[in-house]
């Protein structure tokens, strides 16, 4: 939504860093994990997935790593650019079918 | 290329009006989801189908209800649309139980005078 960025952890990064957004989650039945990415007016958009199986998984600019022992997960964007400026939060699922709950998100700005 | 659409971008409504919300996926995917988004709160579950005719509450199903005839079609109803309920209203679908990507439309903004 519009104002999805109010009240978040601001992470703020120069285009052509490598940029590092965390999530704690909660269950730690949970075996599956989403971020997205949600830009200004738009519905949250799939960025990479991961299961309990692996502790990391690389996608195009993006990697993301699990860390079971302390519930934590970590989304790395590599060379950030203006366009990955967004509301990252992230998803688990676990404990029952169907239902991911969601971190609050983190609001990443790409200064030019 | 995955699809969830929303009917409406934008609905402005009064309170005590009844409010229906549409929402189309072509993926024929088998689970639905309505969430609703506010600033500080994050996405939280309204109600959710994993198959035609069924539904489950969510997180906080209070003041709504849901249809789904279609297997493709899920709608959010507001009974009496009340000003807490003005939102950002989302629909999303998945493909099975457990494990699988919740795609997201693009969500409606819905205001409550």
């Known amino acids: 939504g519009e104002n999805v960025g109010l009240h978040l952890p601001t992470l703020s990064v120069q285009e052509g860093d490598n940029s590092i957004i965390n999530c704690a989650y909660s269950?730690?039945?949970?075996?599956?994990f989403i971020w997205y990415k949600q830009e200004s007016g738009k519905g949250p958009q799939f960025i990479i997935d991961?299961?309990?199986?692996?502790d990391k998984r690389q996608g195009q600019r993006v990697t993301v790593l699990l860390n079971k022992t302390v519930k934590h997960l970590s989304l790395q964007i590599a060379a950030t650019q203006p366009g990955d400026s967004a509301v990252y939060f992230c998803?688990?699922?676990?404990?029952?079918?169907?239902?991911?709950?969601f971190g609050k998100g983190t609001l990443l700005t790409v200064n030019p | 290329d995955v699809k969830v659409t929303q009917s409406s971008r934008y609905l402005v409504k009064r309170t005590g009006e009844k409010v229906f919300l549409e929402c189309v996926q072509d993926m024929d995917h088998e689970n639905m989801f309505w969430y609703r988004q506010d600033p500080g709160l994050g996405l939280r579950l309204i109600y959710f189908s994993y198959d035609v005719k069924m539904k489950e509450k969510g997180d906080i199903p209070e003041g709504y209800s849901v249809s789904r005839e279609k297997k493709e079609r899920f709608s959010l109803i507001l009974e009496s649309a009340s000003t807490n309920q003005t939102s950002m209203y989302l629909c999303a679908s998945s493909l099975g139980p457990v494990g699988n990507i919740q795609y997201f439309g693009a969500g409606t903004r819905l205001s409550v005078l």
């Open positions: 269950n730690s039945a949970s075996d599956y």
């Open positions: 991961i299961r309990s199986n692996m």
């Open positions: 998803a688990e699922e676990g404990g029952s079918n169907y239902k991911l709950t």
